[in-house]
């Protein structure tokens, strides 16, 4: 008996989850090529139910209301506030943002929670069984569980570390008018203790931060962490005005008073920046989320005697923060679900119905996210028939590994990788990723140039053997094998790294070993033998502003439509002829 979660927001996507176990998951983004798509996951409910071949007894359905409830109901309303994000589309006036403002004040908390619970719950039912009869008029007729936002966050980090009892942390912007929890897992109970007002979010000044450097919300976060590595230490004490955690009341407090990200970013742009560099400025915030979050760990912590820390919720996509967690005497280990957006909402809300109706808690730790869609050689080859790009050639291979590592290694190739089954999450993991040497300075600037576009601050990630990351990294404090913390680079291995971490001499490590991918660790294999350590510069498979490749008509796409001139594709080598 399985039970199908579905998230139906921003971010939107499917999984299965079946006695404690992920059967699969993924987002819909990858079918529609539209980032962070909203609406109802039609393509990954039909992939996820397709692919589940335990009867599905039980939809789970994340988020009740507030923000999820309107879009549930009108999509268009959440693609349009994401367009005007994006600037795809015209900012409204100022004056329009502070009429907008009026009802966001008024709901922004959702209080009373028990009135939004009773509203939500019936309505959202009510829509997914009719759009669910659209795809599949038997899960239609299922029971569907509506589980609160932070809840599903909570479910998504508990059920799949691994650990019997944890101290279980979320963060986001706002979801069912929190922008966070504190609670303890205990042998697959969740018990909660704390919940954070949205209206002092710390995830929404971050992001308001974000805009405030002339980036897009809920999307640039991650370069505003990046950009904080170009400023020497900076105090920035007017900060301490916007989302402080209080240990006395155990809540986020913060002297400005409500506005929505768009306000609060002009607020912020108005009376702090204006005052500082753009550098000092991202310093300073990421240092502050720092602050906060540590504070709030330890106290927490302390209170209960629970070591071990599972966390969700978008903003621990912060790898700083992460790694700010991971190092505290007080935490013995920390687990990130590595899908932690509200992305990885479907799974969550499906792991705790799984749990609640049946009981079974898997007390061991996920060891990989390859649940996505995977190809076979025949319907690879003909992918590759379908291309009619004279450019484009193709032959098979008997060593997609070997000959991988001969490129990448002896030749100095950008090699496009597509293999197995897809990663779920925002982290290419070695089945649908860009490799490079790491030790060349000049590979990040040809990825940015022929494939990425990205800003000159932002670095790429790299992947390592496990039995290396101790040599390589100085802080090495456990396997990472999602991409969800950052190490120093040991000084001895800068030049080594050099592609593949920042300026302040830190990566993004993914940690591989043959238990969870044994083709990519015989490719980084193959390389440790040419260049003497078991390294790559590893970023995703796609073109700027598109999603994660999902299948072969995908990567050849990538192929044709960049700079890159060879992929490697299941056990076929594809090469196109370079532009004179």
């Not at 589940?52 to 959440?78: F, H, K």
């Not at 799974?347 to 996210?369: E, P, T």
Request: net charge positive.
């Amino acid at each position: 008996m399985a039970v199908l979660g579905i998230n139906d927001s921003h971010d939107c996507g499917s999984s299965a989850f079946s006695g404690g176990n992920v059967i699969s998951a993924v987002n819909e983004e990858r079918f529609t090529k539209n980032k962070n798509e909203v609406g109802f996951p039609s393509n990954s409910i039909r992939y996820v139910a397709k692919n589940t071949e335990e009867e599905i007894t039980d939809i789970a359905l994340a988020w009740i209301g507030g923000n999820a409830l309107i879009s549930r109901v009108i999509p268009s309303w959440d693609r349009k506030r994401r367009a005007i994000w994006r600037r795809e589309i015209p900012r409204p006036s100022r004056a329009m943002l502070h009429l907008m403002n009026l009802p966001y004040k008024l709901i922004q908390n959702q209080r009373p929670h028990a009135l939004w619970k009773a509203f939500g719950v019936p309505i959202s039912r009510n829509v997914a069984a009719k759009r669910l009869a659209q795809i599949d008029e038997d899960l239609s007729h299922k029971r569907i569980h509506v589980v609160e936002h932070h809840l599903s966050h909570a479910s998504s980090a508990y059920f799949t570390s691994g650990f019997s009892e944890a101290l279980i942390i979320t963060l986001d912007g706002s979801g069912d008018g929190l922008s966070g929890t504190v609670s303890i897992g205990d042998k697959g109970n969740i018990k909660r203790l704390a919940e954070f007002r949205a209206s002092t979010s710390l995830g929404i000044m971050y992001g308001a931060a974000t805009v405030a450097c002339d980036m897009r919300y809920s999307e640039d976060e991650g370069k505003l962490m990046s950009l904080a590595a170009y400023s020497y230490p900076a105090e920035i004490p007017e900060l301490w005005q916007f989302s402080v955690y209080d240990p006395k009341s155990k809540n986020f407090v913060s002297k400005v008073r409500t506005r929505n990200e768009i306000l609060l970013a002009e607020y912020l742009k108005d009376h702090v920046l204006s005052k500082y560099d753009r550098e000092s400025f991202a310093y300073a915030v990421q240092k502050h989320a720092e602050l906060q979050v540590t504070t709030l760990v330890r106290q927490w912590v302390k209170e209960t005697g629970i070591h071990n820390v599972a966390a969700a919720g978008g903003f621990f996509s912060n790898v700083l923060v992460n790694r700010a967690i991971e190092h505290m005497p007080e935490v013995e280990k920390l687990f990130v679900f590595p899908q932690m957006g509200d992305g990885g909402l479907s799974l969550g809300a499906a792991a705790y119905i799984d749990f609640s109706l049946h009981g079974k808690f898997n007390r061991k730790q996920i060891d990989n996210v390859y649940f996505g869609p995977g190809y076979t050689n025949e319907q690879i080859f003909n992918a590759l028939k379908k291309s009619k790009n004279k450019n484009i050639s193709y032959e098979p291979i008997k060593d997609p590994a070997g000959h991988a590592a001969e490129l990448v290694a002896n030749k100095n190739e950008i090699l496009l990788w597509f293999q197995g089954r897809m990663e779920y999450g925002p982290r290419a993991l070695g089945n649908r990723s860009v490799i490079a040497l790491p030790n060349d300075s000049e590979n990040r600037d040809k990825i940015n140039l022929i494939i990425k576009k990205r800003p000159y601050y932002q670095p790429f990630a790299s992947s390592m053997l496990e039995s290396e990351a101790s040599k390589l990294l100085e802080d090495c404090v456990g396997p990472n094998r999602f991409m969800t913390s950052a190490n120093s680079v040991r000084r001895e291995h800068r030049q080594n790294l050099i592609a593949a971490s920042h300026v302040d001499h830190t990566t993004r490590p993914q940690m591989v070993s043959a238990k969870e991918n044994k083709l990519y660790y015989k490719l980084i294999s193959g390389i440790a033998k040419e260049v003497g350590y078991g390294a790559v510069l590893n970023t995703s498979l796609n073109k700027h502003r598109r999603p994660i490749a999902l299948d072969p008509e995908d990567a050849i796409w990538t192929l044709e439509n960049t700079g890159a001139t060879k992929l490697i594709i299941g056990d076929y080598l594809v090469s196109k002829k370079a532009k004179n």
